[in-house]
C-alpha cells in the first residue's frame, strides 16, 4: 500500500494510434528515437513534470509491451502509472483513459505520446493555469508562415496569422468538464480543446514550445532523431594508462614576522619565512610536483591569493587538499622526492619526523632531503630557501 497522498491531477498519455502517416511497420508509440521509443520519450517529459497519476493509452495488442516501458520509466512514481487499452480513433482512446483516473482527480491533462519532446515545464504551465481557474487550457505557438485559403491549386485569399495559434498538448481540464463533455459527445474531434469548445467551454491558451511538435511524418521523427541525438565531447579525453611525473620548486625569504615553519614542521627560535601562507617552501614545492604530474595546473591556480582560506596556512591543508584534487581527477599519488636547500636550519636531527607529517597530510611517501650550497648563491648567503619536488601520480 502507498504511503503517498493521491494526485489531484492526471495525464492521459494516448499512444494508440497506428501511425499510419509516419509509415514505420509498427505503431507510431513504439518507433524508436535513439534507443528509445517514442512513447520512453513522452513519459520522460511527462515524469519529470508535476507529480501525477500518469495513464497511457495503448494499442490493445501492445499493452504488454507499454506496461513494461511505463514502469521502465517511472522509477519511484511506478504506483502511480497505469496503462489501459485505446479506441479506434483518437477521442476513443482518450475516454479509454479517463474511464481509469481515480476519484480524488481534479485537473485532467490530455498528451499526445507523440508530441515526444515536450518539455517539463509545459505541464506545470498547463496545470497551473487550470488550477488557477480555468477549465480548459491549451498550450500553443504563433504560426509563423504567411497562410493562403486555397481551392484546389488557387489561392482563394490571404489569411491573417494573427488572429490564428497552433495547438499543441498537454491539454489540460478541469475533470468534471471534461467527463461531462466526452459523456455527451455527439461528434468526433481531433483533439480535446475543440470537443469542449463545442460543448460550449471557454478554452484559454498558455504558451507552447516548439519543442512540444508532432511526430507525425518521416521528416519529423528525423528531427527528433536529430535533437536528442548525444553531443560528441569536443576534445576527446584521453584514458590515462601510465604514470606520470611532475616538477616543482618554490624560493621564500627569510623575514618574516613568525617562527620558521618549513617542510611541515614548526621550528622554534629560528627566523621566519616571508609568504602569502606560512612560506614553506617544502611543502609548496610538493604541491606544484603533485599537480603538475596530475596535468592540474600549479599551485597558483587552486591555492592564489584570492583564496583567503590558505592565508598562514600550513602545510597540511595544502597538502590534504593537493591529494583531493589529484584524487578528483582519477590520481593516486606515488611517491615524492624533495630536496631542500638552505644554510638553516639544521635538518639532519628533524628529517624523518618531517617527512612523516609530510606523508600523513599527503596520503603518500614523500622522501626529505636537505643541502647547503656551499655559501654560493641566496641559500649560501642565507636570505632565504629554497626547495625541489619531484613527484609521481599514477592512474586510481
Ligand atoms: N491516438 C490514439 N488512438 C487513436 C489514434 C491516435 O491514442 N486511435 C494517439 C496517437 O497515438 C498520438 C496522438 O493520438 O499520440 C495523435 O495522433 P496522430 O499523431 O494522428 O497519431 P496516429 O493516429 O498514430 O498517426 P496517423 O494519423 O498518421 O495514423
Ligand atoms: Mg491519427
Known amino acids: 500500500m ?24 509498427s505503431p507510431k508509440a513504439f518507433v524508436g528515437i535513439d534507443s ?14 508535476p507529480e501525477a497519476q500518469v ?12 506496461q513494461t ?16 487499452a485505446g479506441g479506434d480513433t483518437r477521442q476513443a482512446s482518450v475516454a479509454a483513459g479517463l474511464g481509469a ?38 498550450p500553443v505557438l504563433p504560426v509563423v508562415d504567411t497562410l493562403k485559403r486555397v481551392e484546389a491549386d488557387a489561392v482563394v485569399e490571404p489569411v491573417d496569422r494573427s488572429v490564428l495559434a497552433a495547438a499543441q498538448t498537454p491539454q489540460g481540464f478541469r475533470r468534471a468538464v471534461l467527463d461531462e463533455a466526452y459523456r455527451d459527445a455527439a461528434a468526433d474531434h481531433t483533439d480535446d480543446a475543440a470537443l469542449l469548445q463545442a460543448a460550449g467551454t471557454v478554452v484559454r491558451t498558455v504558451p507552447g514550445d516548439e519543442l512540444a511538435f508532432k511526430i507525425t511524418t518521416p521528416a519529423d521523427l528525423e528531427r527528433a532523431r536529430a535533437l536528442v541525438a548525444p ?5 576527446p579525453v584521453p584514458l590515462a594508462t601510465v604514470p606520470r611525473v611532475g616538477i616543482g620548486t618554490d624560493v621564500h625569504a627569510f ?91 639544521r635538518f639532519a636531527a628533524r628529517r624523518v619526523e618531517a617527512e612523516q607529517v609530510l606523508s600523513d ?31 609521481v601520480v599514477m592512474p586510481a
Open 101 to 138: 483516473v481515480w476519484a480524488d482527480v481534479e485537473t485532467v491533462l490530455v498528451h499526445d505520446a507523440a508530441r515526444a519532446l515536450t518539455p517539463p515545464d509545459v505541464f506545470a504551465r498547463v496545470i497551473d493555469a487550470v488550477e488557477g481557474g480555468s477549465d480548459a487550457v491549451i
Open 231 to 235: 553531443i560528441p565531447p569536443v576534445v
Open 2 to 25: 502507498s504511503l503517498l497522498p493521491v494526485p489531484r491531477v492526471a495525464v492521459i498519455v494516448v499512444a494508440a494510434g497506428s501511425g499510419t502517416r509516419l509509415g514505420s511497420g
Open 69 to 84: 516501458e511505463v514502469l521502465d520509466a517511472a522509477g519511484e512514481r511506478r504506483d502511480l502509472v497505469a496503462v489501459v
Open 55 to 66: 495513464i497511457v493509452v495503448a494499442p490493445a495488442e501492445r499493452v504488454g509491451d507499454a
Open 36 to 49: 528509445h521509443t517514442i512513447l520512453r520519450h513522452a513519459l520522460r517529459g511527462v515524469l519529470a513534470g
Open 255 to 345: 623575514g618574516g614576522d613568525d617562527t620558521l615553519w618549513l617542510a611541515g614542521l614548526e621550528w622554534p627560535g629560528e627566523p621566519g619565512l616571508k609568504g602569502h601562507s606560512d612560506g614553506d617552501a617544502v611543502a609548496h614545492a610538493i604541491v606544484d610536483a603533485v599537480l603538475a604530474a596530475a596535468g592540474l595546473g600549479d599551485i597558483g591556480t587552486h591555492f592564489g591569493t584570492d583564496q583567503p582560506q590558505y592565508a598562514g596556512a600550513h602545510a597540511a591543508a595544502f597538502l590534504a587538499r593537493t591529494r583531493a584534487l589529484a584524487a578528483e581527477a582519477g590520481w593516486v599519488i606515488g611517491n615524492v622526492s624533495v630536496q631542500v636547500q638552505a644554510n638553516r636550519p
Open 361 to 391: 597530510a599527503l596520503g603518500a611517501p614523500v622522501s626529505v632531503s636537505a643541502t647547503t650550497t656551499d655559501g654560493l648563491g641566496f641559500t649560501g648567503t642565507g636570505d632565504g630557501v629554497a626547495a625541489f619536488a619531484v613527484a
